[in-house]
């Protein structure tokens, strides 16, 4: 169902029906950059994302963040992921390359991917109305350049009403748009790995009343990890031109084009010794779990069937491809005094492709060869430099003896389309000494969901630095078991699972209000939101049950008129399919209040509950008839969360300092692609989050930690973790940023860590805490020319995200993820 076909109805539809969210970019302060690289708010700052309008800081009973701009090109971070680690209370693994990170926040359970309960928004519109679409989560959409003028989070609090599916919070990648002349160009460069890139940005007036700004970004290299052909290509320009008027009011155009490649980086073996309890993850011999990936310049493409069972070459080489034709419009306009009308609107055209190796076993070269071609099985090269050749010491293969049996993810993102509106009222009367404020609007959204899963399977070498080579297999009488290394065009180490089609619509409609009331030394309010929806479509695969088969079927891939091996088994997309057809609704509420101690001192507490709506995850499952397309269990179309927080905030002079402490109840149902396992779990945590800066004349440091008692207190599926800590789920996190200006020289540290974490719920295996530090100086030599050398993870440690074993294996290797060891980058950059 793509939104392309219908635009023009979409639109009309849509923008009739209205919205409201999170203020935009429009209404809040003008262009501005930061020198401190995470900013808890200053007592004149404005909180514009997920409140009913703009607030300050000090008088709302909320926890917000910020990210400047200059802060951003300090930090330097290589993905987007890595930037958000510095917001306080944000929990991301950001170890999966730039898209593919999991992120959450205070405690609220990562039971699979992306970021179920957290939205990530562009100027205060969801880029996917869901964070955690299967293989299309929303941060692969995203890319923080030179546009950004701010990256605003609000943690709990009012996000459950404010914006649909995000009853964790928001995090507001907000737009510069030209209200201070000028701009820069910069060119940078990696000086340890290849990657190269250029940024530019440029804003100004046209005349009194117009503004613009324009922006973007290209780059090419293999990227943080050397694969052996360019796995970052392509970039991104936004654009946005605003017309203000006499009285207050304006209305601003703004456009997007994405079109990039990059690598997602999977879990890769790691060699662990000593006990669950306390191991030590090493490199296996050849493999460098922190610098390598299974990546090859070897193994560019796969053969497989298309979505309509055509055969087709897929490049692997596309990674993370995310393809954005996106534009829309904002408008403020007065109504009357002291109250406006804001419409937001934005069409996005989204499309691309997820395209990665996941080892879904590694083992001895042997071993795999007997475990395919059985006793004295052959191996031989398929591809690379040796291809042909017979291995004749699988012992020694690349020095590790190993071979990984892949199933290579392959999927085709044809539409995740999405149309958003919002229209919102609001205003303030007089009310005795304080005054009461109101905010009324309505919000409505389409998403398309319309994918196909091409996954295949090889079996290749284990190295790193792009040598990984495809091997094939022969029995001992030297017959073909595998075709250029691959077993079976599906997934064969899947037990030939997960051939599929997506072809969803998933609408959203939303009313909400919101009253505030500013009296005296208190402020409180307290907001309202009703979702309701429809999910409709169809979906595809032999996995729905009997019937929807068959999966598997013989098939010419290679068209040489032999059936080999492998094309005996071929799977195929059914031509039969499952309906999805089902509605939703729930209540979202939120209230707080805000008392100001003095100038600089106020605390505040709050109580929300949220909902969630799934989408796709639900599919395949156990709450979906596959015949119906309804619901076999009502209450697993929403899951909510629960919250409860207070805390107390504190600025003056250069010093600031925010403690709030937070509980969370998390209802979850979810599914996790890598396990094919399905989750129906409650979680209940609380804890405490802190975050500090002091500025003293050329020095200033910024600090945050976040500590976090987790725990399963229900699980439908499997019971045996309950009480658990939940997996991945660290006690304490923390950020520290000093800083120090000298004039034409800017230094500085940026430094995350962890406190160790259980690999699954089973709470066996353990990923241990780590530091990591980046380093990061920048000169000044002349007027508007900056000269900036920036090191992520200067002391190339270890830090495992992730891992897919509970418990260390009889032969040591488990398959994990990484942070990406040291990098370092030089930039040159131009002001005008």
Known sequence: ??????????????????????QSAAESPQDAATSSPVEAGADEDIVVTAVAQGTNRLESSITTSSIGSEALIQLAPRTSGELLRNLPGIRV????????????????????????FLQLQEDGLPILEFGDITFGNADIFLRADFNVRTVESVRGGSASTFASNSPGGVINFLSKTGEQEGGSFQLSSGLDYREYRADFDYGGKLSDSVTYHLGGFYRIGDGQRDVGYDGVRGGQIKANITKSFDGGGFIR?????????????????????????????????????????????????????????????????????????????????????SWNLVERFRYADISGGFTSPFPASVGSAQGVANDLGGAGAQLFFAGGPQSGQRIANPAGLNGNGLLANVVLFDVDLKSLNNITNDIRVNGSVPLGTGSLSITGGFYASRQDIETDWLWTSFVQTVADNGRAALVDVRTAAGVPVTQMGVPGYSASFFGNCCRRSYDLDYTTYAPFAQLGLSLGRFNIDGSLRYDFGRARGSVAGADLGAGFGPGITTFDINGDGVISAAERQVAVIPARRSPLNYNYDYLSYS??????????????????????????????GPSINPVTGGLTDEGAA???????????????????????????????????????RFFNRDYEAKGVELEARIARGPFSLSAGGTYTDAEITRDVLNPAVEGNRPRRQAKFIYQVTPQVDFGPV???????????????????????????????????????????????????????????????????????????????????????
């Open 253 to 337: 155009f703004h456009g997007k084009y994405l079109d990039d490649r990059a690598i997602g980086y999977l879990p890769n073996p790691v060699l662990v010794t000593g006990s669950n309890d306390d191991p030590e993850y090493r490199n296996i011999a050849n493999f460098s779990i922190q610098n390598g990936t299974l990546h090859s310049g070897n193994i560019r493409t796969a053969r497989t069937l298309d979505g309509d069972n055509r055969p087709v070459t897929r490049s692997i080489t596309n990674g993370q491809h995310p393809v954005v034709y996106a534009g829309g419009l904002e408008a403020q306009i007065p109504i009357a005094e």
């Open 638 to 676: 929403v899951d909510f969360v629960r919250q409860l927080e207070g805390g107390f905030k504190f600025r003056q002079s250069g010093v600031s300092l925010y403690a709030t402490g937070f509980w969370a109840r998390t209802e979850e149902q979810n599914f996790e692609a890598t396990t094919q």
């Open 746 to 832: 800017t230094f500085g540290a940026n430094v995350i860590g962890t406190t160790d974490s259980f690999a699954q719920d089973s709470n066996q295996l353990k990923m241990p805490g780590y530091t990591q530090v980046n380093g990061f100086i920048a000169l000044r030599p002349a007027e508007n020319v900056t000269v900036s050398v920036n090191a992520n993870n200067v002391f190339d440690i270890k830090g495992i995200t992730e891992a897919e074993e509970g418990a260390i294996p009889t032969n040591g290797i488990v398959r994990a993820r990484s942070i990406t060891g040291r990098t370092i980058s030089a930039a040159v950059r131009f002001g005008f």
């Open 93 to 116: 693994e950001a170890s999966g390359g730039d898209g593919n990170a999991n992120i959450s926040v205070r405690g609220l359970p990562v039971a699979s991917g992306g970021s179920k």
């Open 1 to 22: 169902m793509k939104l392309r076909h219908n635009l023009l109805a979409g639109i009309a539809a849509v923008a009739l029906a209205g919205t409201a969210s999170a």
């Open 591 to 620: 209230g707080g209040v805000n008392f100001r101690l003095t100038d600089a001192t106020a605390l505040f507490a709050r109580y929300s509950r949220g909902g969630r709506a799934n989408a796709d995850r639900l599919l395949f």
